[in-house]
């Protein structure tokens, strides 16, 4: 098994879950952690970012191209 190694940071929740949906259905190995701190009450995914994804390096590339069409089909709408 690969180590996993921090792919990107993502914004927010809705692209995550979106990301993490699109990852599954290719059967890309990952995983999701988010900056959330019930002890701050969220206050650091204000300025982290939500969270990253986590994935072994050999997904880097196609993990990066799938976050980069999310993001500009979302600036399109």
Known sequence: MEDYSKIAILDNEVE???IESILKEREIPH?????HDTAYDGLF???K???EIRAPESHEEEILAIIDEVRETAARS
């Open 31 to 35: 995983m999701l952690r988010s900056y």
């Open 45 to 47: 995914q204000t300025q």
């Open 49 to 51: 970012g939500w969270g």
């Open 16 to 18: 995550a879950r979106l």
